[in-house]
């Protein structure tokens, strides 16, 4: 079945720091790919996505490009802040079939210290 | 944000007895779906929904029940709660006209649930 792979945290930066967090997956399909963001004692946020091959997905400084050929969404931002830190979920489905699960990878944890 | 609201957020409660979790959107969203996180596993769907009186399994639905009698109220029921159900259970909504298209999920706050 289809599958999310992302990186094992805890990922520990200083401010300004440039981030990456990799993110791969399997699917039959053609998923629509997500970053989720949690915030300590929150719900998921939705931080980006993208629905198609070489699509960029941005917000707030966050960016991931679709990329079918390494199946591939990895996270990056330039410049991160203490307020950067929190849990990151990379997560995909089925944009052609309405309803489904999103398949999460397990998380990562980012920590950024001033 | 979307309007998405869980209650309790949080609740203790004993080995064997019932419980039930709400989940309440403002957004009148076709999709509604329980997912549980656990340290190391990420989230997994419970149940879904894909309209009123309509329900399906998920990946993890074993001792778990949902219904749906309004659009905008789903509902999970632990019949008899165990041990292995402690998690923090989160709801989430998806529907055709919401900002990040059919496939986005938008989810509630959360409920955190100990059964000791």
């Known amino acids: 079945g289809d599958s999310v792979t992302q990186m094992e945290g805890p990922v520990t930066l200083s401010e300004e720091a440039f981030l990456t967090i990799n993110c791969t997956y399997t699917?039959?399909?053609?998923?629509?790919l997500f970053w989720y963001v949690q915030y300590p004692g929150e719900g998921l946020q939705l931080l980006l996505k993208?629905?198609?091959?070489?699509d960029k997905g941005s917000n707030k400084g966050f960016e991931a490009t679709y990329r079918k050929e390494t199946t591939s969404f990895h996270l990056e931002k330039g410049s991160v802040q203490v307020s950067d830190s929190a849990v990151y979920f990379c997560?995909?489905?089925?944009?052609?079939?309405?309803?489904?699960?999103?398949?999460f990878g397990k998380g990562t944890t980012l920590s950024v210290s001033s | 944000d979307a309007g998405i609201t869980q209650s309790p957020r949080h609740k203790v409660t004993e080995t064997g007895t019932p419980v039930t979790l709400r989940c309440h959107q403002t957004?009148?969203?076709?999709?509604m779906y329980w997912y549980r996180q656990d340290p190391g596993h990420g989230l997994r769907l419970i149940h879904y929904?894909?309209?009123?009186?309509?329900?399906d399994k998920g990946e993890v639905s074993d001792g778990y029940s949902v219904s749906r009698s309004k659009t905008e109220d789903f509902l999970l029921t632990l019949e008899s709660a165990t041990s292995s159900q402690t998690s923090v259970y989160f709801c989430?909504?998806?529907?055709?006209?919401?900002?990040?298209?059919?496939?986005?999920?938008?989810f509630g706050p959360g409920t955190r649930l100990t059964v000791l």
């Open positions: 997560a995909l489905s089925d944009q052609y079939q309405a309803g489904t699960a999103l398949i």
């Open positions: 699917a039959t399909g053609y998923p629509s």
């Open positions: 989430a909504i998806s529907g055709a006209g919401s900002s990040g298209g059919l496939d986005t999920q938008y």
């Open positions: 957004e009148n969203h076709r999709y």
């Open positions: 929904s894909y309209g009123v009186k309509d329900t």
């Open positions: 993208a629905t198609k091959a070489d």
